[in-house]
Nanobody, 121 residues
Framework: QVQLVESGGGLAQPGGSLRLSCAAS????????MSWSRQAPGKGLEWVSG????????VYARSLKGRFTSSRDNANHTLYLQMSSPNAEETALYYC??????????????WGQGNQVTVSS
């Protein structure tokens, strides 16, 4: 059964470094584009980044470009999201997703349970 489990979140200081991981199981990860989305308190779900199945390229929400780097290690069935100098705006619940084939970025057919990131001094 498809399962996505996010980890690596927690409390981070502004300007620090944080990397989220998403462990995938139940499917061949190399066959799917993957994505990260987030939901800040009181806000709707926001697509952050997507990465193609082979990891050759990643795409980002225009307003967020430069603040995140997504990558993947298909051999280890893991997706990553590196946060660059995070600030309080990055405080949110982060989800990884398996992108729907033929869909647009952010249209995931499976989602993880979410992992909280809180950026505060």
């Amino acid at each position: 059964q498809v399962q996505l489990v996010e980890s690596g979140g927690g409390l981070a200081q502004p300007g620090g470094s944080l990397r989220l991981s998403c462990a995938a199981s139940g499917f061949t990860i190399s066959s799917y584009a993957m994505s990260w989305s987030r939901q800040a308190p009181g806000k709707g779900l926001e697509w952050v980044s997507g990465i193609y199945s082979d990891g050759s390229d990643a795409v980002y929400a225009r307003s967020l470009k430069g603040r995140f780097t997504s990558s993947r290690d298909n051999a280890n069935h893991t997706l990553y999201l590196q946060m660059s100098s995070p600030n309080a705006e990055e405080t949110a619940l982060y989800y990884c997703g398996r992108e729907s084939r033929g869909g647009v970025w952010g249209e995931s057919d499976y989602w993880g349970q979410g992992n909280q990131v809180t950026v505060s001094s």
